[in-house]
């Protein structure tokens, strides 16, 4: 059994069928297990995805951004071990897909063992950079920081900011989205995880929509109707109606989603009552 923390007092338990991995890598504890959605990822407790839900929480996270960019033809990825955001990228026209991972180990496995995502044999040959995925293992932050590379589309994708101390929390704070913002493209766009909108577990969307208000001209939401995640999306200019411009574009977009169409877009645009009224 798993004990996924939630919040305080809030655990979840998953029943293990199979432990396929089970290990320590240099930066976390991860556990690639078969559940009953599958198999699916652990790190450090926390469910970060399954074979039953994947692509809901990926397209999730990259069809809005694909939608709200000028242009879709260099992105960047910071974390997403599984590669699934890298792929969808590619599917929708990009030509140039950096994907930078700190845990090169993680990376590795969910190639190995994982259905979702990139097999081994694509994993190798994105790390020789040979294709339009180019993996690197090396420390997003101090990437984003020193990088001369323009984006169309920077995402960052990363377990859960830590009320104790993490080394990855860095990578939630209004700093590293103001560098994020330094590489966009005209038109790019910034997108992060930015937590769960449950009131009992909304404290990293909150810190994350006001960060993003204070950061980007234009900010957008979208909280996954079958999943338990949202997502924030900003560009450095100003659009007046973001969810417009993505529904109008929808009907073309290279990449075709399963699980978002035109009245998911509408109907997951708004953040949680409580998230809003945390700018008043």
Request: proline share 4%; glycine share 8%.
């Amino acid at each position: 059994m798993i004990r996924e923390p939630l919040a305080a007092g809030l655990t979840r338990d998953w029943d293990v069928e199979e432990v396929v991995v089970d290990t320590n890598t240099a930066f976390q504890h991860l556990v690639i297990a078969r559940t009953s959605q599958g198999l699916s990822l652990f790190c450090d407790n926390d469910r970060q995805s399954t074979e039953f839900s994947q692509l809901t929480y990926h397209e999730a996270l990259m069809v809005p951004a694909l939608l709200l960019a000028d242009k879709v033809e260099r992105v960047l990825v910071i974390g997403s071990s599984e590669g699934v955001v890298c792929q969808m990228a590619v599917d929708a026209g990009a030509s140039v897909v950096d994907h930078i991972d700190i845990d090169e180990q993680a990376v590795k496995l969910c190639a190995e063992h994982l259905p979702y995502g990139y097999t081994p044999d694509q994993l190798a040959l994105a790390e020789k950079g040979e294709g339009e995925i180019r993996v690197r293992y090396v420390d997003g932050y101090e990437y984003i920081r020193t990088t001369s590379e323009r984006y169309d589309i920077v995402l960052v994708d990363l377990p859960d900011e830590r009320e104790e101390e993490a080394q990855h929390n860095r990578l939630y704070g209004s700093e590293f989205l103001g560098l994020c913002k330094a590489l966009l493209a005209p038109g790019g766009v910034v997108v992060s995880q930015a937590g769960c909108q449950t009131m009992w577990r909304n404290t990293t969307l909150v810190r994350m929509w006001q960060r993003f208000n204070d950061v980007f001209g234009t900010v957008a939401y979208y909280g996954s109707d079958e999943h338990e995640w949202a997502y924030l999306f900003g560009r450095a200019d100003e659009v007046a109606d973001p969810t417009g411009l993505m529904v109008e574009r929808l009907a073309t977009s290279g990449y075709r989603p399963e699980t978002i169409d035109d009245l998911a877009l509408l109907g997951n645009s708004i953040p949680p009552y409580l998230v809003r009224h945390s700018l008043a």
